[in-house]
Structures are given as structure tokens and as C-alpha cells.
């Protein structure tokens, strides 16, 4: 304590300029964009590991159901029974369960219109006034008739929006099992009018095309992250659903044509003699499409209106949902595609008014699409996948999707019309793989199914065609998005009903950062490798971010924390530019500057001997003489020291740089990303030279790199493919772009 005393004693002024030191809030800042994530991720533990695998401890609950269903076509209402056998493999005990009841967004109680802002439109169609103000809501809520337990005694329910509460007479234990049924109906919607993921197309001489989804109580999900996955459905975020078996039984009228998830039973029983044999045919053709049911024939049904039933029996198994469509217009064509270690099948249903563009390419690009994705994770799993042609849909369920475009009524279509069309294909058949197998909540993370799914989209479509003009996946499509207004903006990981330009955020923003991950930051061969890791530890399961951002760590050895911190958790965008390029030349002699800073350095530091200094252009000491390209000759010390190091056979092999050229890079963007530079030579080749992200992790806003060089460089020019989504590229170019204006 005496010599802390003296010290006080001895140094107040030391002790007094600390005290009054504080920190300058002008002061430039450099924060750390290379920090680990652990204020981010959620802590891993049994259930996940910090390897991003499911961890010892993981589990997933199931969900079984056996359902009779039976469409009333002419009052397009929906009934159904189904009987629900849930398994806890948690190992805490249930009070009760959650299930969902989607169709209840539909309903007149609905809440979901209410949330959104509603203006005065100053014009309106007679048609678009009348159902706005003078007519009454479509009502397309489930209608639930009971709730009862195995030996049909009624459970007790409650109903709160989307979700139902299901009392149980006993905690539901770790592997026990429970079993009910429920008996509902629900009137089903037009949704080119009342909107809408599913319902019916209306054709002018009555007939109508049915997709039919969330058409059942699903059970929600419960697991190890949140407990019951209990969120509203109020329009945006999609569907948590547990896996399990089903078996359905759907009557219809005897003329319609069905396809639906799972595997047909009875398909002797509702396929004519030669629709068999064609489908027959169908299994054994790899090369093009088979047609099972003609356009003839599905003509001479749309004009039947057969008042008999028929009933199609479909059993699925380890699928997380149901999905269906059924019409007497539908035109049936299908394939086998052969994959590394299985057969499935290709199908595509349609009505004539998409022919002939469905006819020629849906079910190829199905084909295509099962082909690329599993490539790139696993061997698709199920027994088919199905293409729906449901004008304004796109939506996606295990097997089965609906996919907009047609031709006009003559026919023709555009190339626009033709690339839109399969787009959507391949982007909703794709689905299957995530989320329909690689099973991510959609309700809370859009991005991790729409996002996942779109990068895998862009690079089917450009396996199918390297010039197919995708709108999702090139880094410079996402700037304008990015480059936009902060105020409209919000980072990646944002919940669905929170993001205001859906497409660009959860779709357009993921799919580019992973493209960029692929292409620029880690290579193919790393990403594709950890990519497909990721996939298969995931199928079949329920992932979440953490896991997905551990596994494509873990998997590739590269640490990607800046990477996700920047691109997911933030709204910041990428400029990086050319600050000033100096050119430098050898000299003996040194310049006045080298001078003085020599005579600064600590004598540890310093360089005994002879040395090659660098003169830059426009310095003091630069003389016009020195303006020449390099030789090792006419520098002394240098020459000397080559001549007593190397042999002439080591002498042949040295560089022989002849320019030097210093170039300052800075970085007016927000994240960090790595630097790729072209160099263009006087005699017009170039060369390319990629340096990592982590040459920022010092200097946040400037970077130096000194290129040497054996022929001039008349031109550099940073991310000269716009590989990065830099946001400007004014300031790219050494010498600096002219840009015209509009009037030159």
C-alpha cells in the first residue's frame, strides 16, 4: 500500500490526465466482423450438437392418420373423417396437443385480414367494388362436428383461430400413444377469387380444378427448440408439421382423373384397361413422356358430369403432409426417371388449355428437377413426383405440386410464359427436398425452405440450360434489393410475418448468398460437399438454423461466422472499390522519404546492408529515367545478392517482375467480402487474383495490395463478373470509368 501511495504521490498528473480521458464519439471505429457467433446461436446441447448433427439425444414426434374423404362437386364443399395416432418420443409428458386448422384462415371469423392496412381504392371494377363492400365474405373455416377418443367417447377442444387445443384425459407419456378421430367439412374455395394456397379452378362450362391442401386437422409439431410450434397461421409463414403414415380414401365423381401424395392402391379399379396399359409403359420409358390419359379423353369427360362415385385409395409413408388435386379435365402423362440408386416416376396432369406447352415440357423438367436436386443431396426417396397445372399456384406438398402457365388460346406462348412455367416447376417439385424431407419450420423460417429451395432452383435450371434466364441466384440480381431503402428492409433472419418484400428477403437474398458461398467465398468442392452433409443429417428431420450454419462449417473446415453474421443477421450490403493504384519503380538510391523512416525504425527492426528501394510515381525522388520497365541487372544490391544465392539453373526459374503496382482498395459497404481483381495487360490478356474476406479483418475500410507484374497493366477492375452483389460499381474501375450521360 506505501509504494501504490508514492506512486499517487509522485504522478498525480499521470493519474489526473487518465481520469479525464474519454472516449471520442467521432472516433472511427473498427468493429470486429470476423467475431464467432456465440451471442447469435443457440447454445448446443443432447438434442443438437455444435457440429450442427442431431445430436444423441434428438428426437421427433409422430403423427399417423387414416382418412375418408368424400368431394361434393356440384356445392364444392370437402367432408372428411379421420382418425390421428400421435406417438411422445419426448421424453417430458404431454397435458395436451396442438393441431392446426389452416382452412381456418378462410373463415368469416378469420383474423388475418384484419392485419393488414386497408385503403380507398379511387377506382374499382363494378365486380371488385361488389365483393369488396356489398357482398358477404366467402366462409371457408373447418366445420368440426366432434372430437372423440378411441372408444368414441368426445374429447374436450378449444379453438383459437388456426390452432385447436385437444384436452387429454392423461399425460401422454414418453413412447406412449394416443388415437382419435375427428369429423369435419369446410366449403372450398375459388382461389382465383377468394385467394388462397388451394381450393378450385373455375372453367367457364362448369367444370372445375381441384388442388386440395391443408384439407385436414394437422398436427403441429413439438419439439426440443419451442416446445408446440403453436404460431397462427396468419397468410405468409407456411406449415411445421411432424412425419407419419397415411391412408386415404377419396370418392369423387367416376369421371374425374386424381393424383395425390403416396402410393395408388387401387389403381385397376379407376384406370380404363388401356390407361393401365399405358402406365405400364409408362414405368419402363426414361427418354420422354407417356400419355396415360389422352386429350380425347379427358374432352369426352369434361362434358359428362357423371353423377357416379369413384374412389381412389393412396397410402404414403414417412410424409409430412397430404396434398391432392382431382378433375374430370385433367390430361395424364408420366415417366421413369432413373436415379443413382432407385427408379421413380415423372407425372404431370393438366387440362387441354395447357397444352401444348405441358404436354412438351412439364414432365421432363419434373424429371430434370429429380435428377438435379438429388445430385446435389440424396437420392429422391419417394415413388413419384407430380406436376399440377393449376393457373396462379405454386405451391408444394410431399409429391405433388401445383404450377402456373399456359398458352394462349391459340396456343402460342412466349418465352417468357415458357421459362416462367418452368421455373415454378422445377422450384416446386424441388420443395420436396426442403422442406418436405429436410423438414424446417416454415413458420418461423421462411428462408430455410423458399431460400434453400431457390439456390437449388438456379443451378437445376442452369444444368438444364446454362443460359436460362433465371431471376433468382445471380449475385447481381439481389443489389437492387440490397442497395434499397434501409427503412424497408430487414435481415434475413426475420420471422415470415415480419418481412414486407417477401420474395427478395426469403427467397431472391438467400439463394444469391449462397450462390455467392458457393462460387466466390468457398469453392465448389467444399460447398458442395458440406452442402449434401447437411441434407442427409436432415432428412427426415427437423433442422434449424444453428444446424444448418454448424453443418456447413463443420463439413468444409471454413469458418463462415462473418459470412452468416453479415448476409443473415444483418441488412448491410457489399461496395467495395478502388481507392488509388500507385505505380512504383527499383531504384539504388533511396527516396528522401525511405530515408526518413529508416532513420526512425528501432535498431531491432532495422536492415543491415545493401537494399532494393521503391520509388513511387509522382514522389520527390522519382526520376523520369527510372520510368522503364525492370530489370534485376540494373539493381546492384539486388543483382549481387542473385548471383551469390542462385545457380544458374535456380536464376532460370525466378520471377521476373517488370511492373509494380500498389493499389488501395476501400470498402464503402458494410460487409465484408472477399476482393477478386482483374488485371488487364497492354497487350489485352489478363489474369485474376482472389484474396479472402479476412484481408479486412484489420482495417474495415482499407486493403493494400501490391501486384508485380511482367508486362503493364493498362486496366483493374474489382468483381468483374459482379460475382459479389457489390452495390456500385462506379468506383471499380482503374482508370476510372467514364460515364456517359445522356446526353453524349
Not at 186 to 193: G, V
Not at 509 to 534: C, H, Q, S, W
Not at 713 to 723: A, F, H, Q, R, S
Request: proline share 6%; with cysteine; net charge negative.
Amino acid at each position: 500500500m506505501k509504494q501504490l501511495l508514492s506512486f499517487f504521490i509522485l504522478f498525480p498528473s499521470l493519474i489526473f490526465s487518465q481520469e479525464l480521458a474519454k472516449p471520442d464519439p467521432k472516433a472511427e471505429k473498427n468493429p470486429d466482423k470476423f467475431k464467432q457467433m456465440y451471442d447469435l446461436l443457440a447454445t448446443p446441447n443432447m438434442y443438437r450438437t455444435a457440429s450442427g448433427a442431431p445430436g444423441p439425444e434428438y428426437y421427433q414426434q409422430k403423427a399417423d392418420y387414416k382418412i375418408d374423404l368424400e368431394l361434393d362437386d356440384k356445392n364444392a364443399k370437402l367432408y372428411g373423417q379421420e382418425t390421428v395416432t400421435y406417438t411422445n418420443n419426448a421424453k417430458e409428458p404431454l397435458d395436451y396437443l396442438w393441431m392446426q386448422l389452416d382452412q381456418n384462415q378462410q373463415s368469416r371469423k378469420s383474423l388475418s385480414p384484419l392485419i393488414e392496412s386497408n385503403v380507398t381504392d379511387p377506382a374499382s371494377s363494378p365486380r371488385g367494388f361488389s365483393r369488396k363492400y356489398l357482398e358477404e365474405d366467402f366462409d371457408g373455416g373447418f366445420n368440426i362436428e366432434y372430437v372423440k377418443d378411441a372408444t368414441g367417447k368426445p374429447m374436450k377442444y378449444t379453438i383459437n383461430q388456426t390452432m385447436m387445443r385437444i384436452e387429454l384425459p392423461a399425460n401422454l407419456k414418453h413412447n406412449e400413444k394416443i388415437t382419435f378421430s375427428i369429423k369435419w367439412w369446410y366449403n372450398i374455395n375459388n382461389y382465383r377469387l377468394d385467394g388462397g394456397r388451394s381450393g378450385y379452378e373455375q372453367f367457364p362450362d362448369g367444370n372445375r380444378l381441384y388442388v386440395i391442401a391443408q384439407f385436414y386437422p394437422r398436427m403441429a409439431v413439438y419439439n426440443d427448440v419451442e416446445g408446440w410450434q403453436n404460431q397462427q397461421f396468419w397468410g405468409s409463414g407456411e406449415f411445421a408439421l411432424p412425419f407419419g403414415d397415411f391412408e386415404v380414401n377419396i370418392t369423387v365423381p367416376a369421371d374425374h382423373v386424381m393424383e395425390a401424395t403416396g402410393d395408388l392402391l387401387n389403381r385397376s379399379e379407376v384406370f380404363t384397361k388401356a390407361q393401365l396399359e399405358r402406365y405400364a409403359l409408362a414405368e419402363k420409358t426414361f427418354d420422354k413422356p407417356v400419355v396415360v390419359v389422352t386429350q380425347a379423353e379427358a374432352e369426352a369427360a369434361e362434358k359428362g358430369f357423371s353423377d357416379k362415385k369413384k374412389t381412389w385409395k393412396f397410402k404414403a409413408i414417412n410424409v409430412r403432409d397430404f396434398g391432392i388435386s382431382t378433375s374430370r379435365k385433367f390430361i395424364y402423362d408420366a415417366m421413369a426417371v432413373k436415379l443413382e440408386s432407385r427408379n421413380t416416376m415423372a407425372i404431370s396432369l393438366y387440362p387441354k388449355e395447357g397444352n401444348p406447352l405441358w404436354g412438351e415440357y412439364s414432365t421432363r423438367i419434373v424429371a430434370h428437377t429429380l435428377k438435379s436436386y438429388s445430385s446435389h443431396t440424396f437420392d429422391y426417396p419417394y415413388p413419384k413426383a407430380i406436376s399440377i397445372n393449376a393457373e396462379d399456384q405454386g405451391m408444394e406438398y410431399p409429391m405433388i405440386c401445383w404450377n402456373w402457365g399456359r398458352p394462349d388460346a391459340d396456343g402460342k406462348y412466349s418465352d417468357r410464359v415458357k421459362h416462367g412455367m418452368m421455373s415454378v416447376i422445377v422450384h416446386e417439385v424441388g420443395h420436396n427436398y426442403f422442406p418436405m424431407i429436410v423438414n424446417s419450420d416454415e413458420r418461423q423460417w421462411t428462408w430455410m425452405d423458399e431460400g434453400l429451395n431457390s439456390f437449388m432452383e438456379y443451378m437445376a435450371l442452369m444444368e438444364w440450360d446454362p443460359k436460362f434466364p433465371a431471376d433468382r441466384g445471380p449475385a447481381k440480381n439481389i443489389v437492387p434489393y440490397m442497395s434499397g431503402d434501409q427503412r424497408g428492409l430487414e435481415p434475413i433472419m426475420s420471422n415470415s410475418e415480419s418481412i414486407r418484400q417477401f420474395g427478395n428477403n426469403a427467397y431472391g437474398k438467400p439463394a444469391a448468398a449462397l450462390n455467392i458461398l458457393r462460387e466466390t467465398v468457398m469453392g465448389r468442392e467444399l460447398f458442395d460437399y458440406a452442402f449434401k452433409v447437411y441434407a442427409n443429417r436432415w432428412k427426415f428431420k427437423h433442422p434449424t438454423p444453428e444446424d444448418f450454419f454448424r453443418t456447413m462449417e463443420d463439413a468444409s473446415a471454413f469458418d463462415l461466422d462473418w459470412y452468416w453474421r453479415g448476409w443473415f443477421y444483418t441488412t448491410d450490403y457489399n461496395d467495395i472499390g478502388i481507392k488509388e493504384v500507385k505505380k512504383y519503380f527499383v531504384s539504388n538510391e533511396p527516396s528522401k522519404e525511405t530515408e526518413n523512416f529508416l532513420k526512425t525504425r528501432r535498431r531491432r527492426n532495422r536492415i543491415e546492408g545493401p537494399m532494393v528501394y521503391m520509388i513511387a510515381d509522382g514522389s520527390e525522388s522519382f526520376k523520369q529515367e527510372m520510368n522503364k520497365p525492370f530489370e534485376i541487372k540494373d539493381c546492384k544490391a539486388l543483382d549481387e545478392y542473385v548471383q551469390a544465392t542462385f545457380s544458374k539453373e535456380e536464376q532460370a526459374k525466378l520471377k521476373s517482375p517488370k511492373y509494380f503496382y500498389q493499389v488501395t482498395f476501400d470498402k464503402p459497404g458494410e460487409l465484408v467480402m472477399p476482393i477478386i481483381v482483374e488485371l488487364t495487360f497492354e497487350d489485352g490478356t489478363t489474369e485474376m487474383h482472389h484474396f479472402p474476406a479476412q484481408i479486412w479483418r484489420m482495417n474495415d475500410k482499407t486493403a493494400n495490395r501490391t501486384f508485380a507484374t511482367d508486362k503493364a497493366v493498362t486496366k483493374i477492375v474489382v468483381d468483374p463478373k459482379e460475382e459479389t452483389a457489390d452495390v456500385d460499381t462506379t468506383n471499380n474501375t482503374w482508370p476510372k470509368a467514364e460515364v456517359k450521360s445522356k446526353f453524349d
